[in-house]
């Protein structure tokens, strides 16, 4: 069965902190993704990623970094991070084809304070 | 450039009742639309998916049909339960290569007993 992992669950940082959100994947898929929720506005795309070293810039990317060191993890770095940035981040990964749309597996999200 | 609109923020029924939530979206591309369901606590879900070959979806009782003309992919099902409260959203791929979708703003249902 598909399987996202995602660490820390909870997360409080003061601004001008420094936090790393992991995400671990075991589904062998070649895309993951980082996304934000707030009320009001669903998913955010932040970042995605096809492949270990791979990155490409989504909807939502200022304050963001990341990076994908391998197939099955992709982390995203908040460098000096801002009270706008409290909110609740998924990672989700997929599998491709130029045929079309595939489900994307979500995480259990982690919950980011910034204070 | 593509969106997805969800008016509805919230929906609150009681067993049995009839549930539709409205969805329309943009696009210049041939769509892939979606319906992904969010429990508390969990990451979203694949709820069903309909492509412009097949038109609608079903999965667990809902159904959801995509019409072109007035671009609409609107979400029904006959006779919700209490377990089916969440929040559901409508999500929008287009274009090639199957990577990159945009989620609505969502619809929290409740359902009481």
């Known amino acids: 069965e598909a399987a996202v992992t995602q660490s820390p669950r909870n997360k409080v940082t003061v601004t001008g902190g420094n936090v790393t959100l992991s995400c671990r994947q075991t589904?062998?898929?070649?895309?993951m993704y980082w996304y934000r929720q707030d009320t009001g506005h669903g998913l955010r795309l932040i970042h995605y990623?096809?492949?270990?070293?791979?990155?490409q810039i989504g909807d939502v990317p200022d304050g963001y970094k990341a990076t994908r060191t391998t197939q099955e993890d992709f982390f995203l770095l908040l460098e000096l991070a801002s009270p706008s940035q409290t909110s609740l981040y998924f990672c989700a990964s997929s599998d491709v084809s130029d045929r079309g749309f595939y489900e994307q597996y979500f995480g259990p999200g982690t919950r980011l304070t910034v204070l | 450039g593509d969106s997805v609109t969800q008016m509805q923020g919230q929906v609150t029924l009681s067993e049995d009742d009839f549930l539709f939530i409205n969805c329309t979206y943009s696009?210049?591309?041939?769509?892939?639309l979606f319906w992904y369901v969010q429990y508390p606590g969990e990451g979203p879900q694949l709820l069903l998916k309909?492509?412009?070959?097949?038109n609608k979806g079903i999965s667990r009782g809902f159904e959801a049909t995509y019409d072109k003309r007035t671009t609409s992919f609107h979400l029904q099902k006959a006779s919700v339960q209490e377990s089916d409260s969440a929040v559901y959203y409508c999500?929008?791929?287009?274009?090639?290569?199957?990577?990159?979708?945009?989620f609505g703003s969502g619809t929290r249902l409740l359902v009481s007993p």
């Open positions: 309909v492509t412009t070959a097949n």
């Open positions: 999500v929008l791929g287009t274009g090639t290569g199957g990577y990159k979708v945009v």
């Open positions: 990623s096809y492949g270990a070293g791979n990155l």
């Open positions: 589904n062998s898929h070649n895309y």
């Open positions: 696009t210049t591309w041939y769509p892939t």
